[in-house]
């Protein structure tokens, strides 16, 4: 440290004692953190719902710009979270790749609320992803490779006779198993999974109702349609309408409960 670095380190110092800043104890953080891990989603959207990114409070002051800072915690929350859901099972490009998304989106926002409501997606994207994880280390191995066969080809047309050629099972034991452990048929799931990363495209991406038909392999824009309509009672061009780009609105998070009614 040079002469210049170390006075500036005791002029900071001075600083905080005179403002009495103290670090909140790292056992709320702790807690926090592992809400997300275990995929506790009540948990952490009551946590969105009081704003704690607002806190100032036992939080270091990282920049003397409002936005800046703020943008700081969220970076140093994001690279926490990836941490400890790489230590409890999601898996690591995939973690450092939603964190990398997360981050570059910082460069389009130079509003409050704006970052809170990113902060917010983030959360509930890494606490939702880690749910699933839990859910999945309850099922069978033969399901769970259904799952992650389904996962990784959603775009392709996926019947059951393919996930009973990749788990290695009959299409009678697959099948089975889906009514089982999940309560569901397996073309339902598929259809489901089809439809809520669908949903994801409308909301987040440019691409028309027709490409994201077409994208996902449903047997028409129509059909597709008509299952959207089916399953969350709003056309996918009214819930285009209704919910694309909200997360940049200025609204605060509450938003998340009413769109997740849907």
């Not at 969220?74 to 690279?79: E, R, T, W």
């Not at 997606?121 to 389904?150: G, H, V, W």
């Not at 109702?209 to 047997?219: E, M, P, V």
Request: proline fraction near 1%.
């Amino acid at each position: 440290m040079s002469m210049l670095e170390k006075k500036d380190w005791i002029t900071a110092e001075f600083n905080d004692d005179e403002e009495n800043i103290i670090h909140r104890h790292q056992n709320k953080e702790y807690l926090f953190y592992q809400q997300v891990a275990t995929g506790n989603i009540e948990a952490i959207k009551e946590n969105i719902n009081e704003r704690h990114l607002l806190d100032k409070d036992g939080v270091g002051h990282l920049s003397k710009d409002p936005i800046t800072n703020l943008k700081y915690h969220f970076v140093i929350s994001v690279a926490l979270i990836t941490r400890v859901c790489t230590e409890n099972g999601l898996e690591m490009e995939k973690a450092f790749r939603l964190s990398d998304f997360y981050i570059q989106k910082l460069d389009d926002i130079n509003k409050t609320d704006d970052l809170i409501s990113l902060h917010a997606r983030m959360l509930l994207d890494f606490t939702r992803r880690m749910q699933f994880i839990r859910e999945k280390a309850s099922l069978s191995r033969p399901l769970s490779e259904c799952l992650n066969y389904i996962y990784g080809h959603l775009k392709e047309r996926i019947t059951i006779e393919d996930l009973a050629e990749y788990s290695q099972n009959s299409t009678s034991h697959i099948s089975r198993l889906f009514k089982d452990e999940l309560g569901i048929s397996a073309s339902d799931y598929i259809r489901k999974a089809k439809l809520e990363s669908a949903k994801n495209m409308l909301r987040y991406s440019d691409y028309s109702l027709i490409d994201i038909a077409n994208y996902y392999s449903f047997a028409s824009h129509s059909h597709f349609s008509m299952l959207f309509q089916k399953e969350y009672g709003i056309t996918p061009k009214k819930y285009r309408e209704k919910y694309y780009g909200l997360e940049w609105s200025g609204s605060d998070a509450h938003y998340i409960d009413n769109e997740d009614s849907v």
